[in-house]
């Protein structure tokens, strides 16, 4: 990987604009979803497209509340520099970027692949407090800290 500097502020931002737009995205499938709701009501034939649109709100309900704990979760996230691997870290690893603060999984920003992982997983509970240099091994892969930001 070649070394390039990462402004935490706008990923930071680009995080949370992913969030926004996925809440967005959910916010549309539900209302369809309710709307779809409220036809098939006016009529009694339906009873099991009436229970799987129940079913599907009730799911797009437990992504919103999901979706929303992670951007209270961003509010917590700061882009203060530190030394050690911490929430609102990011690690550059001899294999993969990290940005320690949801659990958002892979995304591209600025061209180069990172992960949001939640400093509850089990890969960022490994790095935590570690600095650059130091090396882990986690699911049988070794991998070292290059830098962190």
């Known amino acids: 990987m070649q070394k390039t ?4 502020s706008e990923l930071r931002n680009f995080v949370n604009d992913s969030l926004s737009g996925k809440v967005k995205t959910l916010e549309f ?3 369809f979803s309710l709307e779809a709701s409220r036809d098939i009501k006016k ?4 009873d099991s497209i009436r229970e799987e649109i129940q079913e599907e709100i009730y799911h797009l309900d437990k992504q919103m509340v999901s979706l929303k704990s992670m951007q209270t979760q961003m509010r917590k996230v700061l882009n203060s520099e530190s030394d050690v691997v911490k929430l609102g870290s990011l690690v550059i690893t001899n294999k993969a ?3 320690i603060s949801v659990s958002l999984g892979e995304f591209f920003f600025q061209g180069d692949r990172f ?5 509850e997983s ?3 509970q ?3 407090g570690m600095k650059p240099g130091d090396s882990f091994i986690l699911n049988r892969i070794s991998q070292e800290i290059v830098e962190i930001f």
Do not use: E, H, Q
Not at 115 to 119: L, N
């Open 115 to 119: 992960y949001a992982i939640s400093p």
């Open 97 to 99: 970027r990290f940005y």
């Open 43 to 46: 009529t009694s034939k339906y």
């Open 5 to 8: 500097v990462y402004d935490k």
């Open 126 to 128: 490994t790095m935590m």
């Open 122 to 124: 089990p890969m960022a």
């Open 29 to 31: 499938y539900l209302n």
